[in-house]
């Protein structure tokens, strides 16, 4: 009953348009060391989340050396100087918890989720590997979390269908010395080369704790666990500043097409342009026309596409945010005995359209429902709230910015919609990339040079 409640105090501040508004009180403080403490108390269930964010991506490598922050994603769980191999999932699995992590262009971050009599375990697990874990690494270790890496390369690009199409997105939309050209997991050539001090060098600058936070989100004591974080981390030593990245903003002046010939048994085009960074304005009414444009059945091109015309099988469309400059991407897959010039043909009408006509109240405020659903969900979990605050405070400063992230999208009329469509999604600045199957290039887009993905 008391989970219900708070679920409808939520669902109330959609319903009043923000009248009233979203609550997540937080303590938050800084250690001696740097390192950034978020705290909120929710004593819905006896459980805790504890989140790290280490303010590190793959844009903060250099080309040559990519795919350490994915790499250090793995490494991190390989124990650390009072955490034997193998100890730290099993000590929290014997403790009832569970952990993961994942890496992006900007942030890697780690979360455990334990019962509420399990925090200290879990922060003293965070606090070993954040002070030691470079004293503890060996080439047995790199080696061996290298092999993980690159077999999952394989898996998500070389040996899966239409895997490399994000590859070849990011590496036309940028130029090669721009952090978001490569991918986070890197290339083959970059892990292979990495040196044991390679890695500790990364290791050292990045995974300080004056460029991390610590969300710790549940069942918790304030002024207790305060001390709890005191104790395990006041005395990991600071590191060095970490240098900016390059904040300039990338434009492409031209469009460029492509064909690559793949393991597939349906043509896929992908449309992808330069976008609005994550929080800035034209990034919330951009996730808003995606979902007017694919956001379910009911959506432009679904309907059209898939139902109607029946000539693919899938349409999506999303605003892919980051925080130095997002990509808005189109795909749809055709359906046997169609080629991808009737697909693009169609969408090329519908953007069209929503360039010159702007889309309807209905329709509008579907798109903003389905986001405030999932914003709500979002809400619900302890882990997913510790995620958020960390995230609001890595990008805004502030962690509790719920409702202004919220109010972005309150504040987007249907004129706002054609107004970004017709500024950011123009014809002469996007990629548009065709998978055919092999020996198939004549169901491809038009005016689209077949590419070898060799070395890619």
Request: proline share 5%; net charge negative.
């Amino acid at each position: 009953m008391r989970k219900l409640f708070s679920v409808l105090l939520v669902v109330s501040a959609f319903v009043s348009a923000q009248t009233v508004r979203i609550n997540v009180p937080y303590e938050r403080f800084t250690l001696k060391n740097g390192l950034n403490v978020i705290l909120h108390a929710d004593k819905t269930t006896p459980t805790i989340s504890v989140n790290t964010w280490f303010h590190v991506g793959s844009g903060y490598e250099k080309p040559g050396r990519t795919g350490f922050a994915h790499l250090f994603e793995h490494i991190m769980f390989e124990g650390s100087k009072n955490v034997p191999e193998g100890m730290f999932d099993e000590w929290l699995e014997a403790a009832g918890g569970s952990n993961n992590g994942s890496t992006n262009t900007d942030r890697t971050n780690y979360f455990e989720d334990i019962p509420s009599n399990a925090l200290e375990l879990a922060l003293f697990l965070d606090s070993d590997r954040m002070a030691f874990l470079a004293d503890d690494l060996n080439m047995g270790k790199l080696d061996g979390q290298r092999d993980v890496v690159k077999n999952e390369r394989r898996q998500s690009y070389e040996n899966r269908p239409y895997g490399y199409a994000f590859l070849m997105m990011s590496e036309s939309l940028y130029p090669k010395s721009h952090p978001y050209s490569w991918p986070t997991i890197g290339s083959m050539a970059d892990l292979s080369a990495a040196s044991l001090d390679d890695v500790k060098e990364f290791f050292h600058l990045y995974y300080a704790p004056n460029n991390a936070s610590l969300s710790i989100a549940g069942d918790i004591d304030i002024p207790t666990t305060k001390a709890l974080v005191e104790k395990w981390f006041n005395e990991v030593p600071m590191g060095k500043p970490v240098p900016q990245q390059d904040r300039t903003i990338v434009t492409l002046n031209e469009e460029k097409r492509m064909t690559i010939e793949d393991r597939v048994q349906l043509p896929r085009i992908y449309m992808t342009w330069h976008s609005p960074a994550t929080l800035t304005p034209g990034d919330a009414e951009l996730d808003l026309l995606a979902n007017v444009l694919a956001g379910g059945k009911n959506s432009r091109l679904y309907k059209k596409l898939v139902y109607d015309m029946q000539i693919a099988q899938d349409v999506s469309a999303f605003q892919s945010s980051a925080k130095l400059g997002s990509q808005f991407v189109i795909s749809s897959t055709a359906r046997s005995g169609h080629t991808l010039v009737e697909i693009e043909q169609v969408i090329q009408e519908e953007l069209n359209k929503i360039k010159s006509e702007v889309p309807t109240a209905r329709e509008l405020d579907r798109a903003r429902n389905q986001y405030e659903a999932s914003f709500i969900e979002r809400l619900e979990s302890i882990n997913g709230k510790a995620d958020m605050l960390n995230n609001y405070y890595y990008l805004t400063g502030n962690p509790d910015y719920f409702n202004e992230d919220l109010a972005r999208y309150y504040a987007v009329d249907p004129q706002d919609i054609s107004t970004i469509a017709s500024k950011y999604l123009k014809d002469e600045a996007r990629v548009v990339i065709s998978f055919v199957p092999k020996g198939k290039t004549e169901l491809s887009a038009k005016n689209s040079p077949i590419v070898s993905t060799e070395g890619k």
